[in-house]
């Protein structure tokens, strides 16, 4: 099956400072990815979508300036937290989809970030 | 306003017991999926159904699609420890996919 990985798996970072997560797709190549945001024992909440080689659509309420996305290769697409602050702390989950298998969305095992 | 609402949000039972768990919305959707996520974890797709009234059982778990593809539940029979997460629901929706609002459970042995 299709695999997706994520790094780093948990961050613990201080308040100010950017943070950079990675979601990979190992197996196939992803044309589309998303990046989900999870609170504690709440559900996942989407935070964008990303097409390779355009700009990300952020879903309102998401800063874009805060959350940068970058989808720059048909594998990997990063999350930068900018200027972190204890409310970012959350799990953050990428996603990912090819082209042809539309209805078939692979998930990332999520990072845990912790802003102290 | 969410788009799926489920129900119970949490939900604590023995093992052995049965349960069943809801997803509710007033919109349509031409298919609804289901995912179990354990804690640390992304979710995983346990089952997508299209049809209307539609029926698919996976083990001991059952899915069932409402007739007008407005709401699903889900049935696990005999449940056991392994069994315990968090239930998501999620529809597609302008191309992206949205969860609803969880229901998490506990089996306890």
């Known amino acids: 099956g299709a695999v997706v990985s994520q790094h780093p798996s948990w961050v613990i970072c201080k308040s100010g400072t950017s943070v950079k997560i990675e979601c990979r797709s190992l197996?196939?190549?992803?044309?589309?990815m998303f990046w989900y945001r999870q609170f504690p024992k709440q559900s996942l909440m989407l935070m964008a979508t990303?097409?390779?080689?355009?700009?990300?659509?952020?879903e309102q309420g998401v800063e874009k300036d805060k959350f940068l996305i970058n989808h720059a290769s048909l594998t990997l697409s990063t999350l930068t937290v900018t200027s972190a602050h204890p409310e970012d702390s959350s799990f953050y989950i990428c996603s990912a989809r090819t082209l042809t298998a539309y209805n078939e969305q692979f998930f990332g095992p999520g990072t845990r970030l912790t802003v102290l | 306003t969410q788009l799926l609402e489920q129900s119970p949000q949490f939900l604590s039972i023995q093992e052995g017991e049965n349960l069943t768990v809801y997803c509710n919305s007033s919109s349509v959707f031409s298919s609804l999926q289901w995912y179990r996520q354990e804690p640390g974890e992304g979710p995983v797709l346990l089952v997508t159904?299209?049809?209307?009234?539609e029926v698919k059982k996976l083990k001991r778990l059952t899915f069932q699609f409402g007739d007008a593809r407005k709401d699903s539940s889900l049935h696990i029979t005999a449940a056991q420890t392994g069994d315990t997460g968090l239930y998501l629901c999620?529809?597609?929706?302008?191309?992206?996919?949205?969860f609803g609002t969880g229901t998490r459970l506990t089996v306890i042995p």
């Open positions: 197996d196939f190549q992803a044309t589309t």
């Open positions: 990303s097409n390779e080689g355009s700009k990300a659509t952020y």
């Open positions: 999620a529809v597609r929706k302008a191309n992206n996919l949205f």
């Open positions: 159904v299209v049809t209307g009234g």
